[in-house]
């Protein structure tokens, strides 16, 4: 997974402050969490960090794919083996006759499911991750036996 060091290495370090905070490592933090947009670093738009931009776009895209909760699916790791579907407590509990115990979902409810082979986030808002009030649950990544999926 990238890093805030990798990202503050590639901003300008200019610390002009006209992203709205005081150090180009506060903004590399920033969006590293998707609250921030390389947009939002007008410095950087500037021809002569034309290699660093565009080394900040390929290093953070992965990060533009996920989820609200974070969630990111690597396909090309994804053997389907379903391990994260029965572990999330959420699918459990929400679908208790059907992925829960390794079946298709049964509720419309349910977060993680497989789909050909690969699994997919149907509904991230019931995650446990999800909102305000979210709580750092990894049951589903902890146990991915492929490191599938993760979490930015
Ligand atoms: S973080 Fe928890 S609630 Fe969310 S999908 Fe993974 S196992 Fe389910
Ligand atoms: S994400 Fe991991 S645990 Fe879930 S189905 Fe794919 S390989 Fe299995």
Known sequence: MVSAMEIYQLLPQAACKECGYVSCMALAVALLSREKKLEDCPSL??????????????????????????????D??????????????????NDPTGSAIGLGPKSDKVILVI???V???????ECRRFGPNRILCNACTATC?????EFV
């Open 145 to 149: 036996p492929s490191k599938a999926i």
């Open 76 to 93: 090309e790791k994804c053997f389907g083996c379903a391990n994260c579907v029965v572990a999330c407590p959420v699918n459990v509990a």
């Open 115 to 117: 789909e050909n082979g």
């Open 119 to 125: 699994v997919r986030c149907l509904n991230p808002n």
């Open 45 to 74: 738009f500037d021809p002569k960090y034309a290699d660093k931009l565009n080394k900040l776009k390929e290093l953070l895209a992965p990060l533009e794919q996920a989820s609200e909760t974070g969630l990111i699916i690597h």
